[in-house]
């Protein structure tokens, strides 16, 4: 399995495009690819946030699944438009001390399922 650098220079050298090309593509800057390529994959200490590295995957046309195991992170179970719909009108139904509740859980687990990576 590739890491994060390994998988971005993969991406390169298969498509045959620069840094920038990969960049343009995928919407981030090429300084983040740039860190990410070099190993230093943090940005911050939590590392390359989810939204990065879903773009990654759609600019480089691979599965988000494979960015996230590169980055050593936990992969995402898909979510449907129905899924989201759901969810969101159920956290709008709740005041504003149940949404910090259930954000701060969401982190927990977020964390959670992260350091057992």
Excluded: C, Y
């Amino acid at each position: 399995m590739d890491d994060l650098a390994e998988l971005i220079e993969r991406v390169m050298r298969d498509r045959d495009w620069t840094l920038s090309t990969l960049a343009r593509r995928s919407g981030l800057s090429t300084s983040t690819l740039h860190s990410w390529k070099s190993g230093d994959r943090a940005t911050g200490s939590r590392g390359p946030s989810p939204d990065k590295l879903r773009q990654l995957a759609d600019g480089a046309g691979i599965p988000v699944a494979q960015v996230f195991e590169a980055a050593g992170r936990h992969v995402p179970a898909p979510m449907d438009d129905e899924d989201e719909r759901r969810f969101l009108h159920l956290f709008r139904s709740l005041d504003r001390a149940d949404r910090g509740v259930i954000e701060a859980t969401m982190q927990a687990m977020s964390e959670r399922q992260r350091s057992a990576n």
